[in-house]
């Protein structure tokens, strides 16, 4: 498969908040927890282009993906594929290459339920603790993990 992935512009806003309505619907709906306005509006509010990528497919946008750094690891978030791209492979692809470029522990939340919880189980997250609606995983950072190579 022929992706890539290039920085956020602010202008990318609008398209992942669209995004975002529809992955997520029908897990919200699920939970009982779907807002047409609401879902648009916490990405709106938080979206930060500087730590945002946008996955790209033969050129065209398929989805996007955030690490953005907290004091003690680094979140994933607004990691949304568009259905069509989604089962492909690809969410797992993107997750591949974003981890092998940290040291860093990761940490994500993921709504309770959703499938994309076994993408990162697969990928070595772990739960942490979880609610009623949302499930928070973590991946701690490779020298924590491993005693292989020397933390300096």
Do not use: K
Not at 50 to 65: L, P
Not at 112 to 126: D, T
């Amino acid at each position: 498969m022929d992706w890539g992935l290039r920085g956020a512009v602010r202008e990318d806003v609008e398209t992942i908040a669209e995004l975002r309505a529809t992955v997520l619907r029908p897990d919200l709906e699920r939970l009982g927890r779907y807002d047409e306005h609401r879902v648009r509006q916490r990405l709106r509010d938080h979206f930060s282009p500087r730590d945002t990528s946008i996955i790209t497919v033969g050129g065209d946008t398929a989805g996007c993906v955030a690490l953005r750094p907290a004091d003690d690891s680094q979140w994933l978030e607004h990691f949304y594929l568009a259905p069509r791209h989604q089962g492909r492979g690809l969410g797992s692809a993107v997750l591949r290459e974003l981890l092998e470029g940290t040291d860093a522990t990761v940490r994500l939340q993921v709504l309770q339920g959703s499938p994309a919880r076994r993408l990162y189980e697969r990928h070595g997250f772990a739960v942490e603790h979880e609610d009623p609606v949302d499930v928070f995983m973590i991946r701690r950072g490779t020298c924590l993990r491993s005693h292989a190579r020397p933390h300096h």
